[in-house]
């Protein structure tokens, strides 16, 4: 990955031949553009961005045009690409995660809003589509006589809220990617004591716990939007957990176990988040070194 890092800084030819092949790969074509604009800045970022583009144009008049969920689905690498350029903006700027990754959030939301005012027939599609295959599960089940209570189909909010959450998400991945790129390049070890720092004010972690709170507990048909709101915590539990295993000299073993945790387990991503949100209000980290200090 290194190698690829280098070949998008030789040049700008370079980085849009990256960014427009990298769009057929996972989390390649926007890293690529989030590296050129936090070293070159954006009007290098910018037409790097126009390249990476083609792929998802192409995917959006290849396979959307004649069908509704295909064609928003289409869109989703559109919206990952935008939401990294604007946070790879932030990063470059500010230098800090912390707002970078609220600004992420910030940024899916209004990119999901965006799609639902502009594109509610082919979300109502959509939903029409999904409706149809839970319905297919429910009957399939009763057959089984594994339940009689039929699958409640999502709503266009709550299908709305799942793109905006994985279109951030990767976002984000490919903003870690991107930032790990040039720290390998330019300043080795930068990148790791960056994202160690990775903290929510008391204000940050309020403004969002209301709707996590809400969308998790109250309204079942916006739990995505609920999960996308938790993404700040979730990235800053991972920092903190990173920070932690620095500090303790655990090994890198144990951050892979946590990591599987985190992909397979609910209650791990829950424990992870809870953290955060404890750790935006008491700094561990900051305790940690007070408790260090006192002790020498």
């Not at 989703?76 to 990063?91: C, G, K, N, R, W």
């Not at 299908?159 to 903003?175: E, H, K, R």
């Not at 403004?207 to 609920?226: A, E, F, K, Q, T």
């Not at 938790?230 to 890198?252: D, E, M, N, Y």
Request: positive net charge; hydrophobic residues 60%; contains cysteine.
């Amino acid at each position: 990955m290194r190698a690829l890092a280098e070949f998008v800084m030789r040049g700008r030819t370079q980085a849009a031949i990256a960014a427009a092949l990298g769009g057929f790969l996972p989390l390649v074509s926007a890293a690529v553009v989030a590296l050129v604009v936090m070293r070159r800045g954006l009007s290098d970022g910018f037409i790097v961005f126009l390249w990476a583009l083609l792929p998802a144009v192409l995917l959006v008049v290849f396979y959307g045009t004649g069908d509704s969920s295909l064609f928003v689905l289409s869109l989703a690498p559109v919206v990952t690409l935008i939401v990294t350029m604007l946070a790879a903006v932030v990063l470059r700027i500010t230098a800090s995660w912390q707002k970078a990754v609220v600004v992420s959030v910030l940024c899916g939301v209004l990119a999901a809003l965006s799609l639902q005012l502009f594109l509610a027939a082919h979300l109502d599609a959509v939903v029409q589509s999904v409706s149809e295959v839970f319905l297919e599960i429910s009957q399939e089940r009763t057959r089984q006589g594994i339940g009689d209570v039929p699958l409640s189909s999502p709503d266009k909010f709550f299908i709305v809220g799942a793109l905006a959450y994985s279109c951030t998400l990767n976002a984000l991945l490919c903003l870690v990617l991107a930032r790990w790129w040039q720290a390998s390049l330019y300043n080795p070890g930068g990148f790791q004591a960056e994202f160690h720092q990775l903290r929510l004010g008391h204000l940050q972690a309020l403004l969002l716990l209301g709707p996590v709170i809400y969308c998790l507990l109250v309204n079942n048909y916006s739990g995505s939007w609920g999960y996308l709101a938790a993404l700040p915590f979730l990235f800053s539990g991972i920092a903190l957990v990173h920070w932690l295993v620095k500090q303790r000299h655990f090994g890198g073993i144990w951050l892979v176990i946590f990591y599987i945790a985190l992909i397979f387990s609910q209650p791990v991503v829950l424990l992870t988040v809870g953290i955060a949100l404890l750790d935006s209000f008491f700094d561990f980290r900051g305790r940690w070194r007070s408790i260090g200090s006192g002790s020498a």
